[in-house]
């Protein structure tokens, strides 16, 4: 049976510069470059009540049924299709990030989160994830002086509890996860990744 090509998600906290280090990775591996959420059309549809500061109401329950149907949506037309056609695949976040944020950063239970995520993925989970880690102040810092979305404006216990979360799932699963240190110049950045995705053996 032929191995199907790699699924590498990019996650971390905001600022962590997931977004440019998916597209220099993704332009490293000649894969598909895509995200969570608003990887699809309809996908945008639900990331802008996601991310609008005026939806101040949404429970948390109904916030991680949105995110898990865009989520299905997203694997459904984009990051299945692309491995069956043998095409690496990048994403500037993933399941993972339903786990930090509504899991341990909202505090839903993580075992629900699991289920419901995984048949709404059909059990396609990343092969490699990439965390990108950087001291609180800077990440601060490069938020600072930019228009902030309704996550970034939660609060910085809520963040707090987002990046505990990261860090948890990354001890838990060594195997599937590495760490990089994201406070490095971006080309740093980009070389410990691609080194460290390497490592994984995805190239």
Request: without cysteine.
């Amino acid at each position: 049976m032929t191995t199907p090509p790699p699924y590498v998600a990019l996650e971390g906290p905001e600022g962590s510069g997931k977004s440019t280090q998916a597209q220099r990775l993704a332009a490293a591996l000649d894969a598909v470059l895509t995200r969570e959420t608003g990887g699809t059309d309809v996908g945008a549809r639900l990331r802008a009540i996601l991310h609008d500061v005026n939806v101040v109401d949404l429970e948390d329950r109904a916030e991680a049924l949105i995110t898990a149907a865009e989520r299905a949506q997203h694997v459904a037309r984009v990051v299945r299709p692309a491995l069956e056609a043998g095409r690496v695949v990048v994403s500037d976040r993933t399941v993972y990030s339903t786990l930090a944020y509504q899991g341990y950063g909202r505090g839903l239970d993580l075992t629900e989160l699991r289920t419901l995520n995984d048949w709404a993925i059909g059990g396609l989970w990343p092969t490699r994830v990439v965390l990108l880690e950087a001291p609180v102040d800077i990440l601060a810092a490069r938020l600072r002086g930019r228009e902030l979305d309704r996550f970034e404006r939660a609060g910085a216990e809520f963040h707090y509890r987002v990046a505990d979360g990261y860090r948890a799932m990354a001890a838990a699963d060594p195997d599937r996860w590495v760490v990089v240190d994201a406070a490095a110049d971006p080309d740093e950045v980009a070389r410990q990744v691609l080194a460290q995705v390497a490592v994984k053996g995805v190239v």
